[in-house]
T-cell receptor, first 115, second 109 residues
């Protein structure tokens, strides 16, 4: 069974440009999460989808970040325009059902560098 | 903020058991304890989770105290590949994981 897949693995963009990160969850997983780690900080929650609906987006830093999950399958996270402080590693995770008893499986992450 | 406290680092000899402690004194009755680890800069890897009872799987054992205020992750026979940062997480009712700074476990030959 394929795990959570993220594209690209690395991205280097200039300040002010747009970048779109993609996450393919484990097949059949309705729950999809985005997290990120910026330099020197802890891994932080960004948002949670249940199928195509945003269940919790309390961790989204500002309106430059837009997450979508059309059709309830893969998800994209767009940063527009990118700023230097957006540099970090963005992780996606998925789980088969909602609730505190459901383990979430993480992808390998996308390393974003804004220069 | 994270609801757990872990030592920043630990060492363990290869082949010995690694016992990683975690304090979560403010845990609520319906909140689970999760353990993840991160090797180098890879994505966090799920290890185990539990609510009240002790749990064991192919990777590790989780021992939760009766009052649920602390727990211990046990890697029964540590290998060099177990060198990683281990995160003890109390999963809150909103379903998200709140990561702390974790314990950096170094397994040495």
């Amino acid at each position: 069974e394929a795990g959570v897949t993220q594209f690209p693995s690395h991205s280097v963009i200039e300040k002010g440009q747009t970048v779109t990160l993609r996450c393919d969850p484990i097949s059949g997983h309705d729950n999809l999460y985005w997290y990120r780690r910026v330099m020197g900080k802890e891994i932080k929650f960004l948002l949670h989808f249940v199928k195509e609906s945003k269940q919790d987006e309390s961790g989204m830093p500002n309106n430059r970040f837009l997450a979508e999950r059309t059709g309830g399958t893969y998800s994209t996270l767009k940063v527009q325009p990118a700023e230097l402080e957006d540099s970090g590693v963005y992780f996606c995770a998925s789980s088969s059902f909602q609730g505190m008893a459901a383990e979430a499986f993480f992808g390998q992450g996308t390393r974003l560098t804004v220069v | 903020d994270a609801k757990t406290t872990q030592p920043p680092s630990m060492d363990c000899a290869e082949g010995r058991a690694a016992n990683l402690p975690c304090n979560h004194s403010t845990i609520s009755g319906n909140e689970y304890v999760y353990w993840y680890r991160q090797i180098h800069s890879q994505g966090p890897q799920y290890i185990i989770h539990g609510l009240k009872n002790n749990e064991t799987n192919e990777m590790a054992s989780l021992i939760i105290t009766e009052d649920r205020k602390s727990s211990t992750l046990i890697l029964p026979h540590a290998t060099l590949r177990d060198t990683a940062v281990y995160y003890c997480i109390v999963r809150v009712v909103t379903d998200k994981l709140i990561f702390g700074t974790g314990t950096r476990l170094q397994v040495f030959p």
